[in-house]
């Protein structure tokens, strides 16, 4: 094992390459596929989407692989131990070995619509979005921006595609990053939301009520820490005294959140 998946063995290189590796699909629709390449290789890489899906799909390379090319490598390839009938059929048969399908829970329209509403944002967005189904956990939508085309790291040509690689390694946005799932971000903001409807739904306020608010609070730590917070200069009242809840929302005040979670 130490010497097959040794990376100067280019003997495994020729032959994940000439075998037919099995589809990416969404929706039934290939974001990655195996075509005949016509040269010693056999088979080419290719993706239909790439920058939309290289996020997901990352890339099968001369260099390795990445994303679902390498989580799923093993049904992908036809190593995988659920493929041996098929892969008993094909040795019978005398068929070519291929490997199986990886059909992903993503649902194309909102991939494009994740896609094309970062893209749109001005500026040099390094950014993502990801949208789940709740009730199963499905990931329906990931994108992460800046993007990258994985055709140009699955092509023949290693010399060209040792040059892309070092270029995108380079780069100081990281495009080759999925930062959907490797990166740790706080939740800020956004989880006042949370803190909200868990007030609402404990029948402590509704939205209407009139909610803590005060230029700073003083967080209930262990001795020795501060945990002073203000608002960074919104509008969210004097100390002691109450805010319209909407106007809480609306300015995003932190010391009205931490007193609502606090309580």
């Known amino acids: 094992d130490a010497l097959k998946e040794d990376a100067r063995n280019a003997r495994t290189i020729y032959a994940s390459f000439s075998a037919e590796r099995g589809p990416i699909l969404v929706d039934g629709n290939p974001i990655a596929q195996s075509v005949p390449s016509g040269d010693e290789y056999k088979f080419q890489r290719t993706y239909p989407k790439p920058l939309v899906y290289a996020p997901l799909t990352g890339y099968f390379s001369y260099f390795g692989a990445t994303g679902i090319e390498q989580t799923k490598n093993a049904v992908l390839s036809g190593d995988d131990p659920r493929l041996f009938v098929n892969n008993m059929l094909d040795l019978l048969t005398g068929k070519p070995p291929q490997g199986g399908n990886v059909t992903l829970t993503i649902n194309p329209a909102a991939q494009q619509a994740a896609f094309d509403g970062l893209k749109a944002l001005p500026g040099n967005v390094q950014g993502s979005v990801v949208a789940l189904e709740p009730s199963t956990g499905k990931v329906l939508a990931m994108v992460s921006l800046p993007t990258y085309d994985t055709n140009k790291l699955a092509s023949h040509d290693l010399s060209s595609v040792s040059k892309k690689y070092d270029q995108l390694n380079e780069d100081p946005a990281q495009p080759l990053l999925n930062r959907g799932i490797q990166t740790r971000l706080p939740p800020g903001s956004t989880f006042k939301v949370v803190t909200a409807a868990a007030a609402i739904e404990k029948g402590l306020y509704d ?15 262990t ?17 002691g005294t109450t805010i319209p809840f909407s106007l809480a929302m609306e300015n995003s005040c932190n010391t009205t959140f931490a007193q609502l979670a606090v309580k």
């Open 223 to 239: 001795s020795g820490e501060t945990g002073l917070i203000d608002n960074e200069g919104r509008n969210c009242g004097a100390n």
């Open 207 to 221: 939205a209407d009520s009139r909610v803590p608010g005060g230029a700073t609070y003083q967080l209930p730590l």
